[in-house]
């Protein structure tokens, strides 16, 4: 029988001396714990139409600081193909009172209180000089309550504002102009001399070093804006914002080079210094996708990346990763699935690959970077049973095209993920995962179509299956936190299928607020696989109905603010089947239930108000 290990949620960032934590922030850098924001233009947008208005740009730090804008006429639209093929947000020039495009979100505490910085942005401004034209802030107003400000302006400089004005600085005489991309970003650090704190970059070129009397910037009451200097101002941002990642840590060289090259290569804004990764170039097949690395300076190193940010693959270095060395990662492909061609110079008689294919590039500058390097089977976007690691190959070849070399055997094949362990990576190109066999030991088949979506009264779940080979049931499984997980629902599959399936069930007592779902696939032999987690917000409504006692073990009572005779009700059990319950009390404001002829286990209970508008859906225990 197989496990699955998950890890979900890691809170420490950096690494000490003898602990490894998987790095799951931009480009593999940080984690929630101190990637504090990051929003990017191709994930987590209210619509994703060109020229569209966006109402809210949700943040994919794992912080939850998700920035809005309710009035219409301040929203920023959603603009397509603007940089390198990604999308951006475009925020307009009007500067008239109340009409200026913005977007915002309330104070949290994470986004201050702390001794260090890292801002990166990517942007091209339509319009520049005259108005400050601001990326990102937080203050309440001019000077009052500023921890931080990022902005265009006076004529045409770079400038930046950290606790308060008061030592603002620019790159002066540096100037920019409109229809230019560019990726400035800034560190701040208070545990430096004065003089040394802040610095702002442009690339990956240091441009102006300055002065900085704040040792903290300490918790400040004020809310987040992109977009625009503060809330109640009207100078209006005037371009494109594609990207903006926000840590509350003083990231170390590596770190910072190795972000820069994420978006370099993402968004083909070319590099004044430190350029690591060619996998972005044309020569090499623009291998542009969600690159992540690992690295090494006199500052510090960022040692290992998770394959949840690299769309399955995962490097941890475990020896070698010197000053100086680097190994960037990144792919061209946003699907996947086993396939059996383009599989020249393996052995073995069944052969397969992953369809997605990464460009290495590795910089090494004495002895070999020995890696551990993970193929995670969810993050890869797929499903399956992994069989015997010894069918499981890392694969290479030097260029786009040709025979593969089978470099080594899989070290483990356990849950998700098939992994290579203290591998010695030299060679730059283009590395998978294949199997030899995967009759019995496949390659996971492209995940279609699990969601979820809310629909007022309850949570819609649905999913296909591209084939299934003896597959037994489904397990659809709901969380608060994400952590802690509870059947809702039991769905028998088809055990053998050479086509594509459709399942569906419903959530009947959804939770408020966040809630999370998944599925756990159950093989005829018991080994099972999960899906990739699916998220859900509910706002909390007054309730009007009360059920007790909860547990039970025969009578359910339900009273009511409303006339019993005017509410509807439907009973369900954990397969999603309507019951039919017997009534043995009823009047105006109360209504009893014998649940004593049901087997024990969890029943779900919707009742819907007269008007259709308000609920209240309750999960019952009879025990």
């Known amino acids: 029988m197989f496990r699955i290990l998950i890890f979900i949620f890691l809170t420490f960032v950096f690494l000490s001396k003898n602990i490894l934590i998987s790095q799951t922030g931009p480009a593999g850098v940080g984690t929630s714990a101190n990637n504090v924001l990051w929003l990017k233009a191709d994930k987590g947008t209210s619509s994703t139409t060109n020229s569209t208005s966006i109402s809210f740009w949700n943040d994919q730090s794992g912080n939850s600081i998700n920035v809005s804008q309710s009035v219409a006429v301040q929203q920023p639209s959603f603009a397509t193909n603007i940089f390198n093929g990604f999308p951006a947000i475009l925020f307009d020039n009007n500067n008239t009172a109340g009409q200026n495009d913005f977007l915002t979100a309330p104070d949290n505490p994470k986004l201050d209180n702390t001794s260090g910085y890292s801002f990166f942005t990517t942007t091209r401004m339509n319009f520049i000089g005259g108005d400050a034209r601001c990326i990102v802030s937080k203050r309440t107003s001019i000077d009052i309550d500023e921890a931080f400000m990022l902005f265009y302006w006076s004529p045409s400089y770079f400038h930046l504002d950290i606790d308060g004005l008061g030592n603002r600085f620019s790159t002066t005489p540096l100037t920019y102009t409109t229809n230019t991309n560019y990726m400035m970003n800034a560190l701040y650090n208070g545990t430096l001399p004065p003089p040394q704190r802040s610095k702002i970059y442009q690339e990956e070129q240091l441009l102006a070093t300055a002065f900085e009397s704040s040792a903290l910037v300490p918790d400040k009451p004020s809310p987040l804006n992109?977009?625009?200097?503060?809330?109640?101002?009207?100078?209006?941002?005037?371009?494109?914002?594609?990207?903006?990642?926000?840590?509350?840590?003083?990231?170390?060289?590596?770190?910072?080079?190795?972000?820069?090259?994420?978006?370099?290569?993402?968004?083909?804004?070319?590099?004044?210094?430190?350029?690591?990764?060619?996998?972005?170039?044309?020569?090499?097949?623009?291998?542009?996708?969600?690159?992540?690395?690992?690295?090494?300076?006199?500052s510090g190193s960022n040692p290992t990346f998770s394959a949840s940010i690299c769309a399955g693959l995962g490097i941890n270095t475990v020896s070698g990763l010197d000053v100086g060395d680097y190994i960037l990662a990144g792919h061209s492909s946003t699907v996947n699935a086993q396939i059996t061609t383009d599989i020249a110079g393996m052995t073995g008689l069944s052969n397969a690959r992953w369809q997605r294919i990464w460009y290495l590039d590795i910089t090494n500058t004495g002895s070999n970077i020995n890696a551990d390097v993970e193929f995670d089977m969810i993050a890869g976007g797929t499903l399956a049973a992994l069989g015997p690691a010894s069918n499981y190959v890392l694969l290479y070849r030097s260029?786009?095209?040709?025979?593969?070399?089978?470099?080594?055997?899989?070290?483990?094949?356990?849950?998700?993920?098939?992994k290579f362990n203290s591998y010695p990576l030299t060679l730059d190109g283009y590395y998978t995962i294949g199997t030899r066999n995967y009759l019995i030991s496949p390659l996971p088949i492209e995940l279609l179509n699990f969601d979820a979506k809310d629909q007022g009264q309850k949570v819609a779940l649905n999913w296909a299956t591209k084939s299934e080979k003896n597959t037994n049931y489904f397990n659809v499984e709901r969380s608060s936190d994400g952590l802690n997980w509870e059947i809702i629902s039991i769905l028998k599959a088809a055990e053998n299928s050479n086509s594509t399936l459709y399942y569906e069930t419903e959530d009947n007592a959804p939770l408020y607020d966040y809630s999370y779902y998944r599925l756990k696939i159950i093989d005829m032999d018991n080994s099972f696989t999960y899906t990739p987690i699916k998220s859900i917000y509910r706002s909390k409504k007054e309730e009007f109905v009360i059920f007790y006692p909860n547990p039970t073990s025969d009578i359910l009572n339900l009273s009511t603010s409303y006339n019993i005779s005017k509410i509807k009700y439907k009973i369900f059990d954990v397969t999603n089947k309507e019951l039919s319950i017997n009534v043995i009390y009823q009047n105006e404001d109360k209504i009893s239930f014998d649940f004593s002829n049901l087997e024990k286990g969890m029943y779900f209970i919707n009742v819907t108000a007269p008007d259709g508008t308000e609920y209240s859906s309750k999960r019952i225990i009879l025990k």
């Open 399 to 418: 260029s786009l095209t040709g025979s593969w070399t089978e470099l080594a055997t899989a070290s483990s094949a356990s849950g998700n993920i098939v």
């Open 226 to 298: 992109i977009g625009c200097t503060h809330a109640s101002n009207n100078r209006p941002f005037g371009g494109y914002i594609a990207e903006v990642i926000i840590y509350t840590v003083t990231v170390n060289d590596a770190q910072r080079t190795i972000v820069n090259n994420y978006t370099s290569a993402k968004y083909n804004i070319p590099l004044s210094a430190n350029d690591k990764y060619l996998g972005d170039t044309p020569i090499n097949g623009n291998y542009d996708f969600e690159v992540a690395g690992v690295g090494r300076e006199s």
